[in-house]
């Protein structure tokens, strides 16, 4: 991709590509990073990444609990003699998620996302390819739903709907699931062919 850019575009600036495999992470801001998770799109052996989700966490130090109950002046005195390490801990905090191109299998994967966007390509059992291997694999709108019903998120983002439903068979079946499984938190969609700039500040399905 590097290299085509740079061929395609030479007149655009150069820009940093960093590379990164499954479990990596790149600091993208202080206190923000986003990590990668090999995701079951492409069928591919296992030490091979063909296809990756992310994970964005915010970094933030946190006072150890053993010593919530000294004062600011003691903290400091404690500071000045053993440094800040000693008395803060890192907290990671998964403020987006992004499924990318993927089935649904490991629930753990999403548990405790502020905001988890996923794809939802299929709306009926035709149109999934689980059986086939040769096929790369996608999400249907009711295995996301049962999956976000039974884990911690705060709110879902479903996306990459395939074009072959219209938008009115997409929100039947968003909000049949969304009965069915009696998911609370605020869930807004992506059409196809649609691009969002702020989708949060949108209109939610269930809303």
């Known amino acids: 991709m590097r290299?085509?850019?740079?061929?395609?575009?030479?007149?655009?600036?150069?820009?940093?590509?960093i590379p990164i495999m499954d479990g990596g992470s790149v600091e993208i801001k202080k206190n923000?990073?986003?990590?990668?998770?090999?995701?079951?799109?492409?069928?591919?052996?296992v030490?091979?990444?063909?296809?990756?989700?992310?994970?964005?966490?915010?970094?933030?130090?946190?006072?150890?609990?053993e010593f919530s109950a000294l004062s600011g002046r003691?903290?400091?005195?404690?500071?000045?003699?053993k440094g800040r390490d000693f008395v803060t801990e890192q907290v990671k905090t998964n403020i987006l998620s992004f499924s990318g191109d993927t089935p649904?299998?490991?629930?753990?994967?999403?548990?405790?996302?502020?905001t988890l966007i996923h794809e939802a390509t299929f709306l009926k059992p035709e149109g999934d390819t689980e059986n086939d291997p040769r096929i790369n694999k996608h999400s249907r709108v009711d295995e996301v739903?049962?999956?976000?019903?039974?884990?911690?998120?705060?709110?879902?983002?479903?996306n990459h709907f395939s074009t072959r439903?219209?938008?009115?068979?997409?929100?039947?079946?968003?909000?049949?699931?969304?009965?069915?499984?009696?998911?609370?938190?605020?869930?807004y969609l992506i059409y196809p062919g649609?691009?969002?700039?702020?989708?949060?500040?949108?209109?939610?399905?269930?809303g």
């Open 3 to 17: 290299d085509f850019l740079q061929r395609f575009d030479p007149h655009i600036p150069a820009i940093d590509w």
């Open 32 to 45: 923000m990073e986003v990590e990668a998770m090999r995701n079951e799109h492409v069928p591919c052996p």
């Open 47 to 65: 030490g091979v990444h063909k296809s990756l989700s992310y994970k964005v966490y915010e970094l933030k130090q946190k006072l150890k609990p």
């Open 74 to 81: 003691e903290i400091q005195e404690v500071i000045a003699q």
């Open 104 to 114: 649904v299998d490991d629930y753990g994967k999403w548990d405790g996302s502020q």
């Open 145 to 158: 739903l049962k999956m976000v019903s039974e884990i911690k998120v705060d709110r879902l983002i479903l």
């Open 165 to 187: 439903y219209n938008r009115e068979e997409i929100d039947a079946t968003v909000r049949k699931y969304l009965k069915e499984f009696n998911i609370q938190i605020p869930v």
């Open 194 to 206: 649609e691009v969002r700039r702020d989708v949060l500040k949108g209109e939610m399905v269930n």
